[in-house]
């Protein structure tokens, strides 16, 4: 029976309009991130590095938008590397990583 991998989830709550750090956890991923916006969002979040933008700024800055229930693989080892941010109101996403 082949072993099960080692792997780290979590969530983060009270993501706001200034982006966050996903998490602090200091393991890094084999593969990359995956994140799920949280079902009960409202509004939408926006996933990109240190500095991103919720949709409401340059193209340049502004993130990945994730409605709730939708994921993404972000291909990072580093999973703090990984910000989150709203243009309004609060969300949370959960994450693991692969």
Same mark, same amino acid.
């Given at each position: 029976?082949?072993? !099960? @991998?080692?792997? %780290?989830?979590?969530?983060?709550?009270?993501? $706001? *309009? =200034? +982006?966050?750090?996903?998490?602090?956890?200091?393991?890094?991923?084999?593969?990359?991130?995956?994140?799920?916006?949280?079902?009960?969002?409202? !509004? @939408?979040?926006? %996933?990109?590095?240190?500095?991103?933008?919720? $949709? *409401? =700024? +340059?193209?340049?800055?502004?993130?990945?938008?994730?409605?709730?229930?939708?994921?993404?693989?972000?291909?990072?080892?580093?999973?703090?590397?990984?910000?989150?941010?709203?243009?309004?109101?609060?969300?949370?996403?959960?994450?693991?990583?692969?």
């Amino acid at each position: 029976m082949a072993a !099960v @991998p080692d792997f %780290i989830t979590g969530s983060k709550t009270s993501i $706001g *309009t =200034s +982006a966050v750090a996903i998490t602090a956890a200091t393991e890094f991923a084999k593969r990359g991130v995956q994140i799920v916006a949280t079902l009960g969002n409202t !509004v @939408p979040v926006y %996933i990109g590095p240190q500095g991103v933008t919720a $949709g *409401t =700024s +340059a193209a340049t800055t502004d993130g990945y938008p994730l409605q709730a229930g939708e994921s993404i693989v972000v291909p990072v080892i580093d999973p703090t590397k990984i910000y989150a941010i709203t243009a309004s109101s609060t969300a949370s996403v959960s994450f693991m990583l692969v």
